[in-house]
């Protein structure tokens, strides 16, 4: 911290004795370290806090950082999603049709099919009706009796 040499420390001690005395220079010697002590402690505990406080910016930045990365992506899934959904719409919409559906209808909608679509068409037993079914093989019985 401060470059002093034997030779100042030894000045000092002769002008504190010169000064205060013999009897005096004890306990001042004691005040003077005492009241270092506690600037050094003051300085130390500042330059913690100091520290604690840039690393919690450091962290805001980048919990900022990736909320706007999530939100670009949750935006770039809505509009794929709202993508996927216009084809659905007619091209031109004319004046004396009702307004738009908004865009969580149409997502409604767009869902709505894809699970009529998906739940319809199982297999081709599922479409035929339950009197027009294939007649089970031979192979069908020997599997279904294991």
């Known amino acids: 911290m401060f470059d002093i040499g034997f030779l100042e420390l030894m000045f000092i001690g002769v002008v504190g004795l ?9 306990k001042a010697a004691r005040t003077a370290g005492l009241w270092i002590g506690k600037i050094k402690r003051t300085v130390s505990g500042m330059q913690r806090e100091i520290s604690a406080q840039l690393e919690a910016e450091e962290l805001r930045q980048k919990l900022n950082e990736q909320q ?60 035929a009706r339950p009197d027009e079914r294939p007649e089970p093989t031979a192979a069908d019985k020997d599997a279904s009796s294991r």
Do not use: H, M, W
């Open 18 to 26: 010169l000064v205060l005395g013999p009897e005096r220079l004890p």
């Open 68 to 127: 706007k990365k999530l939100d670009e992506s949750v935006r770039q899934v809505q509009r794929d999603v709202e993508s996927l959904a216009e084809p659905d719409r007619p091209a031109e919409s004319k004046p004396d049709q009702a307004p738009a559906p908004s865009a969580e209808q149409r997502l409604d909608d767009a869902l709505a099919r894809a699970r009529r679509d998906g739940a319809g068409s199982q297999g081709p037993a599922d479409d």
